[in-house]
């Protein structure tokens, strides 16, 4: 079992930038491949970035290209999505996702079944 726990998120100005962290705890961290999803209201949970075990790859959503870096700190057992040009888009709850090593292909580790563990989400609203 895995347990996460995301930190940071809040009320930013578009434009603007937040960071937020995923502790985990329970396994061996750098076994596990990480990724940050968000969920709008009345939308479905979408992908927004992996970082996969190995620390050799890492993938991001179309729409976050370029304004959003996935980062690990396998001594900390944290995840960290830096979210920079913020846009009113960007509001959602963020959860932070746990995969158990294994095959971190880009099919897998980009969609919500692709992940075992899940935290409990952290709400960040852009304001216009």
């Known amino acids: 079992q895995v347990h996460m726990v995301e930190s940071g998120g809040g009320l930013v100005q578009a434009g603007g930038s937040l960071r937020l962290s995923c502790a985990a705890s329970?396994?061996?961290?750098?076994?596990?491949?990480m990724g940050w999803f968000r969920q709008a209201p009345g939308k479905e949970r979408e992908f927004v970035a992996a970082?996969?075990?190995?620390?050799?790859?890492?993938y991001y959503a179309d729409s976050v290209k370029g304004r959003f870096t996935i980062s690990r700190d396998n001594a900390k057992n944290t995840v960290y999505l830096q979210m920079n040009s913020l846009k009113s888009e960007d509001t959602a709850v963020y959860f932070c996702?746990?995969?158990?090593?294994?095959?971190?292909?880009?099919?897998?580790?980009?969609?919500?079944?692709?992940?075992?563990?899940w935290g409990q989400g952290a709400q960040v609203t852009v304001s216009s």
């Open positions: 996702a746990a995969r158990d090593r294994g095959v971190a292909t880009i099919s897998i580790v980009t969609v919500v079944t692709g992940y075992e563990y």
């Open positions: 970082h996969s075990w190995n620390g050799i790859s890492t």
């Open positions: 329970g396994r061996t961290f750098s076994t596990l491949t």
